[in-house]
């Protein structure tokens, strides 16, 4: 990546590589960085940290969105230094987690320097009491580094192995983890998205190199290594803003589509069911989607009701079906393992005839498209570690260049996860924890093994009854929904509770769902009719239906729903409930 991006500098150092919308208006303050600078500042930052005798130790980077992220980024590539992409503190609301991450990834990484700009060290200072652990930490704003520093700048004795960075997982399951990429993990996963995302030499001069705008999280792999790396293996420009900024308004997003004409842009599936929600006439009437090519769908369940509404609802825009584009992946695989072909509608599977969903086009499952070039897929029995054949359900296993090299500091993790052998297959398989079949050669994913219900001996995924549960009623938020199981018998029973099921032996349902407030006095109503929905469709008797306010379910950074932290919240009484109004 750091001989790509001199590479770019020396060829067409004026080309703008990124823009930042500063408050995500595309009439507002904008920053850009052409190819030319960036490699300098990347090689300023290099210099300062190679002086400093920082190579081959870990950076903990703690930069808020923007274009300095970039510079220092680029910067520990450059100094032989591992990136360690992380969330500053910011806001008291999220102070208390970010500081508990913050810690647990300073610690587990054992970093040695904190990259950020001069709002985030400053901040930093002040927080000796809550962090003693800064006090042995060297600490630097980027800005700060001067121009003049790139002189020192000595080439890194870099391999393919040599390791890149460490992409901390996002916890949905388990205690986040730092993956090990290397810089030849990196190389292999830009050839795979540039070639599934169709990002051919012609498709680029077509586009005069605009081929991104992006607001997701750039401490997040998908944010990362899609739209910013990218954007330098490629040599092309792209559109930065903040994520806040898209919650606070998703019509950003289609407005920054419309006026830089990228060809790609994407996001999870709870990205689209946001613009959904802000799509009135006014904002149609002044969009053009049409030079929209790769909407990329992925890092959480890819809803085909969701693909189809969207569809629909801005075709009037220029938006066209065959540029969804749901794809899989996962950090321990650098990110891209499989996705849809380029400028082809994605392949949808009809609910079974006799299943929970027959009939209901959109309960269908979505394809994530072929596996990347030189990436083997295969559907594993997590048992008995065979293969199985075409359509079963099993636990997907990956083999290929951009499987990372393991856990940082971690050996047994490691072993178990990555280090996987398959009777008939050569090599070794990296486990992924995900569920899913093979049909044609496309890939659909079902669920994570570990969020996996057992009652009475049969498997049911979490998705299928949160689908169930949110085409039941239109109160329930798309994508906002927890189902889990839990103990027959366990310590709220003990208070002689009156939910259903008391004093039942083994594992019983439970489902947790967002709903609007002013939907509150439907409780009761909304309740029966997903319990109703679910015993039909499912053959399942529900234990609980919780109705909680919109934004408490807890999400990773990538929108994924930490069913295990709502089981826990559950369990502890801590949700959010919405209470029915006071008659009086």
């Known amino acids: 990546m750091v001989d790509l991006l001199t590479q770019h500098a020396a060829h067409h150092p004026d080309r703008t590589a990124y823009r930042h919308l500063v408050t995500g208006d595309c009439d507002g303050e904008i920053q850009e960085i052409s190819y030319g600078r960036l490699a300098a500042r990347s090689r300023a930052v290099a210099a300062w940290l190679q002086e400093r005798g920082l190579a081959g130790t870990r950076a903990m980077l703690l930069y808020p969105p923007g274009l300095e992220f970039i510079s220092g980024y680029l910067g520990c590539l450059a100094a032989g230094v591992v990136a360690v992409p992380g969330v500053p503190p910011q806001g008291r609301a999220h102070n208390h987690r970010a500081l508990t991450r913050m810690k647990r990834l300073i610690a587990d990484a054992d970093a040695r ?29 980027t800005e700060d580094i001067p121009d003049e520093a790139s002189a020192a700048w000595r080439e890194p004795d870099l391999t393919a192995d040599s390791v890149a960075f460490l992409q901390y997982t996002s916890g949905s399951t388990s205690a986040p983890r730092g993956v090990m990429v290397t810089h030849g993990n990196l190389l292999d996963n830009e050839g795979i998205l540039t070639e599934s995302m169709g990002h051919t030499p012609d498709t680029i001069e077509e586009y005069g190199h605009e081929m991104f705008v992006s607001w997701l999280p750039v401490y997040h792999d998908m944010g990362l290594i899609g739209p910013v790396l990218n954007t330098v293996y490629l040599g092309v420009t792209a559109t930065l803003f903040s994520p ?31 613009c959904l929600k802000h799509a009135g006439p006014g904002l149609l009437d002044g969009l053009d989607l049409s030079s929209w090519k790769v909407a990329v769908n992925g890092a959480e ?12 609802t801005f075709a009037p825009a220029g938006f066209r079906r065959e540029a969804l584009h749901p794809c899989y992946g996962l950090a321990e695989s650098t990110l891209m393992v499989t996705g849809s072909t380029a400028h082809t509608a994605p392949t949808l599977l009809q609910p079974a005839e006799t299943g929970p969903h027959a009939g209901q086009t959109d309960a269908a499952t979505v394809s994530c498209g072929l596996p990347g070039r030189h990436v083997t897929v295969v559907i594993a029995d997590p048992q008995r570690h065979e293969e199985l054949p075409d359509g079963e359900v099993g636990e997907i296993w990956v083999r290929g260049a951009s499987v990372a090299k393991g856990y940082w500091r971690n050996a047994l993790a490691t072993r178990e996860t990555f280090r996987a052998t398959l009777a008939g297959h050569e090599g070794r398989f990296l486990r992924t924890g995900d569920l899913g079949f093979l049909h044609n050669g496309e890939l659909f994913v079902t669920g994570r093994l570990k969020d996996l219900i057992v009652i009475d001996g049969r498997n049911h995924y979490p998705q299928d009854l949160e689908l169930t549960a949110e085409m039941a009623h239109p109160a329930l938020r798309p994508g906002c929904t927890a189902a889990f199981s839990v103990d027959g018998l366990d310590e709220r029973d003990t208070e002689g509770a009156g939910a259903a099921g008391i004093g039942a032996r083994g594992e019983q349902a439970v ?37 909680v306010e919109p934004g408490t379910i807890p999400k990773t950074s990538s929108g994924k729903i930490q069913r295990h932290a709502t089981r826990a919240a559950y369990l502890d009484g801590t949700l959010a409930v919405v209470a029915a109004p006071d008659p009086s």
């Open 113 to 141: 320097v904190i990259l950020g700009d001069r709002d985030v060290i400053t901040a930093l200072s002040g927080m000796a009491e809550q962090l003693p652990e800064l006090a042995d930490l060297t600490r630097v704003a």
């Open 244 to 274: 806040l900024h898209f919650l606070q308004d998703p019509r950003r997003w289609l407005t920054a589509i419309s006026r830089y004409r990228p060809h790609t842009s994407g996001g999870p599936n709870f990205a689209y069911e946001l």
């Open 301 to 312: 369940p890819v809803r085909a009701a969701t693909l189809r509404r969207f569809t629909e």
């Open 511 to 547: 489902v947790v769902a967002e709903i609007a407030p002013d939907t509150a006095s439907e409780a009761e109503k909304i309740t029966d009719v997903i319990r109703g929905e679910i015993g039909e469709a499912h053959g399942l008797s529900v234990r609980d239906v919780v109705l």
